[in-house]
């Protein structure tokens, strides 16, 4: 199969009408060709709504500029890079794009391009304003005229719509003033500029608004002032979105084609990959006359807020009313797998196939990377890929597959496909932890569920994250506890038990939780003091450690021994029912003596390591108390002291 080809797509600020007119448009040209896959990387930034009356929610949008950074492990041919919606929040030059995509091709909208490094689709901003600002100036007579711009020191249409508006205001003689001028950011919700704007100027008599989306901000607070639209202040903006024509009244404004300038900007993509020769596009920007202005209604319905297509309403509330659940639902199914890594990625994908993925993928960052500004990100030079839905099938890697941004290329690679594709790409962070990224096969329909899955992602990843480290804390904890109940329970000299750790085992057994049936043996180390007085406590200490290590040879792991007293080991031995006790018995009094012998050969000491082994029966009926146990099994070990030799001192020592 021959190597797919495939665009990369940068778009900022996608929550408003403008980049999604763009990603609609390049997602339905690239349908057309199977041997291309569309690769999207998608800002998502949080507008304004989400700190709308309160100071305490976290400003994370600076988390957003890294999703381009992970595009660079895609292999990519050609990049579109919609560099208006990206500097709507981020202050990123042109010259670190082209810097860190090394040579590929890039096709810029809305802003220039150097001619070395690609092409660019633009629309004539400035014309657009400029016929907008002369309308309310020769069609209406109006001088008084403010302007809310967009974020015009980071982005170039918005800085090409101000000058054409202070342009215009110039060649017909009319003064501007910084205080006339409104620095927006293209969202709904700049109703503080807009108030400031109106108190500051109660004899203002239009505004224009570099955009649709600031539009809605204006008619709100315009209305709540008591202006009549239209009449007592008239409004224009920029864009026509879907909604223009049903604002009450509807809006005058300029129409920028997003839809065409998707279009062409695939356009001169392809021309690059066919090995044409793209070109520069300039789309026209037209204006469009509606009644927000002040003229006239022509074949406009009167749309009141109160007589808008309430099913169209209805049926978006419901979307979004469902969309909004899924957020909770996301984070309270998998959180409750946070104590598994492999089952929470394995609920992650099947989520994911749930809601309408033909494939995903969730690449992970080898750590957690914590980011308190944008100047703190650095490029990561390998992903891992933790799992994968294709075709239904889910897969969780106990090993993750390693990716390099030098050599690497992304995962779709290796699924065979000759049908096109188009993948978004999704940031994985929660506050100032960013994970990796989430790739998605959807529809374009599907892009704000999708993004609001991948927030949710985040915010779940971060609780694995928690209770991973507790999970390993608790494990750290309990393995301290055994090396602090084994330093507790054991004898320091001889690695056997100690007393309250043989007296513990004992016990356990006594009360029928480990053995129904056992051999108690008491173990007495003989002479030990006459070891001690002739040759030195070093040497008693040895003849200790001896017994012990004999003792746990003998038993191995079919039972277990500890010191009783100075010189006495307790040795137990669980056994069946139907063992031959007496045969086990003479066995371990047996090999005790082998060990023994073979030590006195070949140790060299002057002494003998010997011992006395007194034995007691218990049965599973037969239930003692540890102090009756003992008692019973001194009684044996008397009577076996009776046959130890005089002196553990060798005859030669004796001699000398």
Not at 1 to 7: E, G, L, P, T
Request: charged letters at 25%.
């Amino acid at each position: 199969m021959a190597k797919r080809k495939k665009i990369g797509v940068f778009v900022g600020n996608t929550h408003t009408f403008f980049p999604r007119e763009l990603i609609n448009s390049i997602y339905d040209s690239g349908k057309s060709r199977d041997d291309i896959d569309l690769h999207f990387f998608l800002g998502l930034e949080h507008t304004q709504f989400m700190s709308q009356g309160t100071s305490a929610v976290e400003n994370i949008n600076y988390q957003y500029s890294t999703i381009y950074d992970y595009a660079l492990f895609s292999s990519l041919d050609v990049v579109i890079i919609a560099y208006g919606t990206i500097t709507t929040f981020h202050k990123i030059a042109k010259e670190d794009f082209y810097k860190k995509l090394k040579g590929i091709p890039c096709i810029i909208i809305s802003d220039s391009v150097d001619p070395d490094k690609g092409v660019s689709v633009t629309t004539d901003n400035f014309r657009g304003i400029y016929n907008c600002v002369e309308h309310l100036i020769e069609e209406h007579g109006l001088k008084r005229i403010l302007y809310i711009s967009g974020p015009h020191r980071l982005n170039t249409d918005a800085k090409e719509r101000l000058k054409a508006y202070k342009t215009c205001m110039a060649d017909h003689g009319l003064a501007v003033t910084d205080d006339m001028i409104a620095d927006g950011d293209y969202t709904e919700y700049v109703d503080n500029l807009v108030e400031e704007l109106l108190d500051s100027h109660p004899d203002a008599q239009a505004i224009v608004s570099a955009n649709d989306e600031m539009t809605v901000s204006i008619y709100r607070v315009a209305r709540k002032k008591g202006y009549k639209i239209g009449e007592d202040l008239a409004v224009t903006g920029f864009d026509d979105i879907a909604a223009a024509e049903y604002q009450e009244p509807p809006l005058t404004t300029v129409r920028q084609n997003g839809i065409r300038m998707g279009r062409e900007a695939m356009r001169q993509a392809l021309a690059f990959l066919d090995g044409e020769n793209p070109e520069n596009v300039v789309v026209p920007a037209d204006f469009i006359r509606r009644s927000s202005c002040g003229c006239p209604r022509i074949g406009e319905i009167n749309h009141s807020p109160e007589s808008l297509d309430l099913v169209v309403q209805f049926n978006q509330l419901r979307e979004n009313y469902h969309k909004s659940l899924v957020g909770p639902y996301v984070i309270k199914r998998l959180i409750t797998y946070a104590d598994d890594r492999k089952t929470f990625f394995e609920k992650a994908e099947e989520l994911l196939l749930e809601h309408g993925a033909m494939s995903s993928k969730i690449y992970l960052l080898p750590s957690v990377v914590v980011i308190d500004n944008p100047d703190e990100w650095r490029e990561p030079d390998i992903l891992f890929l933790q799992a994968f839905q294709e075709g239904g099938e889910i897969q969780v890697l106990d090993v993750p597959i390693e990716f390099s941004r030098e050599n690497g290329s992304w995962m779709s690679e290796f699924f065979s496909s000759d049908k096109h594709r188009a993948l978004f790409n999704f940031l994985l962070f929660d506050g100032k932890r960013n994970y990796g990224v989430l790739e998605c096969e959807i529809e374009s329909n599907l892009i704000t569920e999708f993004y609001m899955i991948s927030v949710q992602l985040g915010t779940a990843m971060h609780f694995l994250e928690i209770s991973q480290e507790k999970l390993s804390f608790q494990k750290k904890l309990q393995e301290q506890n055994v090396l602090l109940n084994a330093n507790a329970s054991t004898d320091a000299l001889t690695g056997v038990l100690n007393r309250r750790g043989i007296y513990d085992r004992t016990v356990s057994c006594l009360n029928g939780h480990e053995s129904d049936h056992m051999i108690a043996f008491m173990v007495d180390l003989d002479h030990l003091k006459e070891i001690n007085d002739t040759f030195g406590h070093a040497e008693g200490d040895n003849a200790i450690k001896i017994t012990g290590q004999v003792l746990k040879e003998t038993l191995g792991n079919r039972g277990f021994v500890g010191r009783y007293g100075g010189d006495e080991f307790l040795a137990i031995l669980p056994i069946r029912e139907d063992d031959d006790k007496a045969e086990w018995i003479d066995r371990i009094r047996k090999n005790v003596k082998e060990k023994y012998d073979a030590y006195n050969e070949t140790s060299g000491k002057p002494y003998y390591v010997e011992m006395s082994v007194g034995a007691v029966e218990l049965l599973g009926a037969e239930r003692l108390e540890f102090s009756e146990l003992i008692e019973r099994i001194d009684e044996k070990l008397y009577e076996a002291k009776k046959s130890r030799r005089q002196t553990v001192v060798r005859q030669a020592v004796v001699q000398s």
